[in-house]
């Protein structure tokens, strides 16, 4: 499966979306995962702390990065009349290896992407109020090759 994220290109056996303690997840995480759900050929499963989604063909993936893509864009048009809140979001990359090419669970090499959202309020007269918040309970691993 060939994975583009944004010009970065690489060939996966495949990618899994996670959902991390649905309870305590924030409602921007359930609709990224809900965009997902209904691809072709995804295999759900479900845990009680849990949820994930598998996914193996390239033409799914083109279609989640754009499912996730409307979701943040809806989500950032929110701000534009709220108090003159801007927002923006940003993937950040993580990887987890050791020098054998193995993660801290002793499984084969991969890579995560995760979520940062940015707010910044204020206007003219105020001093500009930013944060940034990490998306914890919504991750992306694209698995590394199969031996």
């Known amino acids: 499966m060939l994975v583009d994220l944004f010009g970065l290109t ?6 899994t979306f996670y959902l991390w303690s649905p309870w305590r997840c924030a409602a921007l995480e359930h609709k990224l995962f809900e965009s997902v759900v209904k691809l072709p050929h995804a295999k759900l499963e479900k845990e009680p702390d849990e949820v994930r989604l598998h996914i193996t063909e390239t033409k799914s993936w083109k279609q989640a990065l ?7 864009k809806g989500w950032q048009e929110e701000g534009v009349d709220a108090n003159n809140e801007k927002r923006a979001w940003r993937w950040l990359l993580e990887g987890d290896v050791d020098a054998n ?3 801290h669970k002793g499984e084969k090499s991969a890579f995560w992407l995760f979520l940062r959202l940015s707010m910044d309020r204020g206007g003219p007269v105020e001093e500009e109020k930013g944060e940034d918040l990490d998306m914890n309970g919504f991750g992306v691993c694209v698995w590394g090759a199969e031996e």
């Open 66 to 72: 754009q499912n996730f893509s409307r979701v943040l």
């Open 101 to 103: 090419g193995y993660d």
């Open 10 to 15: 690489m060939e996966t056996p495949g990618v």
